[in-house]
């Protein structure tokens, strides 16, 4: 079965640190993009940062420098390192696989279930 | 930036009714263009991608259309469990939700 199950969220304090873990399943993360995409409470959704299957990263202007994509390919599990957190990044973090074809384009194919982060003091 | 414009933000339409989402890009994405649906307290859900071809396992009473700036979601004839948040997605880009709600 194709799954994304992500771990690692809870309560942080303004500036503080926390790795999400993404472990997937039914098929290989290092052979696809991989993306991490984020709810803030009421709100809509915002993506966050995605890493090609050559290992080219990018981010999002509001996480850039202080967000790190990455992936363990032995484990076939993708990660987000988050550091200097603020209130703003409280949300639902989703972990997501980035489906692209030349044709149709690109679209969000399989979605975990999300883990929640709270940044507060 | 391409900004994506979902409109109307809320829909209230009855069951069996149909239902028309728009999303407007602010400059041409071709045929690039996804829509998903979120219910409350789950993972969105692809529903369309390639603005017109339907994900594996989606009924057909789902369907969208257009290209370049202008893309539309038809759901047929509205379900119980069709009453969600639907949103178009360009590459990085989302757009803000139209919430599909019961009349």
């Known amino acids: 079965e194709v799954q994304l199950v992500e771990s690692g969220g809870g309560l942080v304090q303004p500036g503080g640190s926390l790795r999400l873990s993404c472990a997937a399943s039914?098929?290989?993360?290092?052979?696809?993009?991989m993306s991490w995409v984020r709810q803030a409470p009421g709100k809509g959704l915002e993506w966050v940062s995605v890493i090609y299957s050559g290992g080219s990263t990018y981010y999002a202007d509001s996480v850039k420098g202080r967000f790190t994509i990455s992936r363990d390919n032995s484990k076939n599990t993708l990660y987000l390192q988050m550091n200097s957190l603020r209130a703003e990044d409280t949300a639902v973090y989703y972990c997501?696989?980035?489906?692209?074809?030349?044709?149709?384009?690109?679209?969000?194919?399989?979605w975990g279930q999300g883990t929640m982060v709270t940044v507060s003091s | 930036e391409i900004v994506m414009t979902q409109s109307p933000a809320t829909l209230s339409v009855s069951p069996g009714e149909r239902a028309t989402l728009s999303c407007r890009a602010s400059?041409?994405?071709?045929?690039?263009l996804a829509w998903y649906q979120q219910k409350p307290g789950q993972a969105p859900r692809l529903l369309i991608y390639?603005?017109?071809t339907r994900a594996t396992g989606i009924p057909a009473r789902f369907s969208g259309s257009g290209s370049g700036t202008e893309f539309t979601l038809t759901i047929s004839s509205l379900q119980s469990e069709d009453f969600a948040v639907y949103y178009c997605q360009q590459w990085y880009t989302f757009g803000q939700g139209t919430k599909l709600e019961i009349k």
């Open positions: 400059q041409s994405v071709s045929s690039n």
């Open positions: 997501a696989r980035l489906y692209y074809d030349i044709l149709t384009g690109s679209a969000f194919d399989i």
């Open positions: 390639g603005a017109s």
């Open positions: 039914g098929f290989t993360v290092s052979s696809n993009y």
